[in-house]
């Protein structure tokens, strides 16, 4: 048994750094390698390729990383773990075993593919006993059935285990969690047993930490100014001990930084309830103690777990209409005034916004995510026009047509910017979350030419893990001098999205400061601050172990995903939104 393992991760999303993987491979020893790249409508997209080429269908960038790193991976005994299959899994396998053959390496790697999480082929079936309502709504999906475009459930790390007990040093999935590929290992290389809750839920937080990449390493960090450099960022790195617990760090001669709060805002990045469900277990956030272990290094401990739901999440995309957005750049004097004059004329000669399902303006510079924090006019703009609408040619004959002609027939100093010209069209690929039963999911792992089924385990409910809370109550000495700063001087703060609900974590950046936050920071005041964009009600769950605190904000980013008109789609500046508001302390309270 392994005493210490170390997993890298070089991504977090599809589209990030291709450099990345050298740099984690090459920067020093590792043991595994792990790569995220499916966010929720990524299947669509991935499915409409397969559709238009049956040899397609995964992430092409997976074999751009592959090749630089795969020769490297192969004469250090590094494992790659990675959810690149997208709805292609095999035809990932085919063009990685093509590429290890082009690299000479072939005899050396053992391709493991994870399939099942793909439940399309049986989605009739399924229906028929159970209705895949809509988490939030309770709709039927059968409502939605001849506009569904994909639909796969969420796998945990038992396949990818299975893959590493076969003898895979390469293992490809589908649809898995992005803690699943990060937890595997770990199960793996320690033989944790499946009900050892308290390590698993350990496993699910590392995953969790270093699944958004550079996130954890001082990327979109508050306190962006401590950062030493932006040049050169170390990725993460879990350094694992078989108890479970495990110290984050990067890279040496590397930018960026790893800190107690770098790690702690990435913990609360799209985060819901502090019960962390996954396919493994449910993972108690409120359990988490993180530590300072050294110059980036933050040891992370303690977590308890629990016993997972008996179902899986499973995500449906779906046809949902189209969208148009236009742009065009409006420069002062009287930059304001003239925005809004063009905006009115725009709309009127589309014929009203009321004519389409869904249409917004949005100032770029001004207010175009929320609402301005200065009363200085800015020198120039972005006026934003957008529509969503399920008739296409009403987008394409009547929208689209009226807005490069306005730079002609309206207001002085308006501009189209140079890599615009006549808005187009484009499909609207709608989200929805739904649950089933671990029965009617059958997952493969297949090594060379062995073919496993893997039945998915199911537990029985046990009673939550009883979850001691450090004192944070602590008192401080009031000067009685009040004084009015931004929310910014007394914690921190990031943000994220699941659907159309935005999530805001802010962290006390002191024990006595958290106690403020609690009377404070209710959710009314949060309701009040978003009141432009929170159609829904508010949520607030409170981390005494990170004095911390967590927002759930509903209805909050216009449906979410490819469905929003809005600037910021996935609610990452509304963190930042928050902490700039200005609030009233005494003044012994600013750290």
């Not at 047993?193 to 496993?203: E, F, L, M, Y």
């Not at 100093?413 to 009617?440: C, N």
């Not at 990031?494 to 106690?515: C, E, F, H, M, Q």
């Not at 964009?533 to 911390?548: H, K, T």
């Amino acid at each position: 048994m392994s005493k210490q393992i170390v997993i890298a991760n070089c991504g977090g999303f599809w589209g990030d750094d291709p450099t990345a993987a050298g740099r984690q491979v090459r920067g020093g020893p590792i043991d595994y390698l792990v790569m995220d790249y499916l966010a929720e409508v990524t299947m669509a997209i991935l499915h409409k390729q397969m559709a238009r080429n049956p040899e397609l269908g995964f992430a092409g960038d997976f074999l751009t990383q592959l090749r630089d790193v795969l020769v490297d991976c192969v004469d250090n005994n590094i494992t790659i773990i990675s959810n690149a299959g997208g709805v292609n899994p095999h035809g990932c396998r085919i063009a990685v075993e093509a590429l290890a053959d082009e690299l000479g390496v072939a005899d050396q790697v053992r391709v493991g593919v994870i399939t099942g999480d793909d439940i399309y082929p049986e989605l009739d079936e399924i229906l028929a006993s159970e209705p895949l309502s809509h988490m939030e709504t309770g709709e039927p999906l059968t409502d939605i059935r001849d506009r569904v475009m994909s639909a796969n459930a969420y796998l945990g790390a038992d396949p990818i285990v299975k893959a590493l007990e076969m003898g895979a040093n390469i293992v490809i999935c589908g649809r898995v969690t992005d803690t699943g590929v990060t937890l595997a290992p770990m199960i793996y290389e320690f033989g944790w047993s499946p009900d050892d809750w308290d390590r698993i839920a350990a496993g699910i937080v590392g995953g969790h930490i270093i699944e958004c990449g550079l996130q954890a390493c001082g990327g979109n960090f508050t306190d962006w100014q401590l950062v030493p450099s932006h040049d050169n960022m170390g990725y993460p790195l879990l350094e694992v001990e078989s108890d479970g617990t495990f110290v984050v760090t990067k890279h040496p001669d590397t930018g960026g930084l790893v800190s107690v709060h770098t790690v702690g805002e990435q913990l609360l990045y799209e985060m819901g309830s502090p019960a962390y469900l996954a396919p493994d277990c449910v993972a108690h956030f409120d359990s988490i103690q993180i530590s300072d272990a050294g110059p980036d290094r933050v040891r992370v401990e303690g977590v308890k777990g629990s016993p997972p739901p008996p179902t899986l999440k499973v995500s449906v995309s779906f046809q949902n209409g189209y969208r148009a957005f236009g742009r065009l750049l409006i420069s002062g004097p009287d930059t304001l005034a003239k925005a809004r004059k063009l905006e009115e004329v725009f709309w009127t000669s589309v014929g009203g916004r009321e004519n389409f399902e869904d249409a917004r303006s949005q100032l770029i510079g001004w207010d175009g995510t929320h609402p301005s924090l200065t009363v200085s006019e800015p020198s120039e703009v972005i006026l934003q026009v957008a529509v969503r609408d399920g008739d296409r040619d009403k987008i394409d004959k009547l929208f689209a047509p009226q807005v490069v002609p306005k730079v002609l027939g309206t207001i002085p100093g308006v501009t189209v910017l140079a890599d615009q010209g006549r808005p187009r069209s484009s499909d609207v690929v709608g989200y929805w979350p739904a649950l089933l039963s671990r029965e009617a999911v059958h997952v493969k792992v297949q090594v060379g030419d062995e073919i496993l089924d893997v039945p998915l385990p199911s537990f029985s409910a046990e009673d939550q893990p009883d979850v001691m809370h450090p004192e944070t109550d602590v008192a401080f000495e009031p000067t009685g001098e009040v004084v009015r700063v931004p929310l910014s001087r007394l914690a921190l703060g990031r943000s994220g999205d699941k659907g159309d609900t935005s999530n805001v974590g802010l962290i006390a950046r002191s024990p006595s400061i958290y106690g403020w936050l609690v009377e404070a920071i209710t959710e009314d005041f949060v309701k009040e601050r978003f009141e432009d964009i929170a159609q829904g009600g508010v949520e607030r769950f409170e981390l005494p172990n990170l004095i911390s605190l967590n927002f759930l904000i509903h209805e909050s980013l216009g449906g979410g995903g490819t469905m929003s008109l809005l600037a910021d789609a996935q609610g990452k500046s509304y963190a930042q939104y928050l902490l700039a508001t200005e609030v009233e302390v005494d003044k012994a309270l600013l750290p």
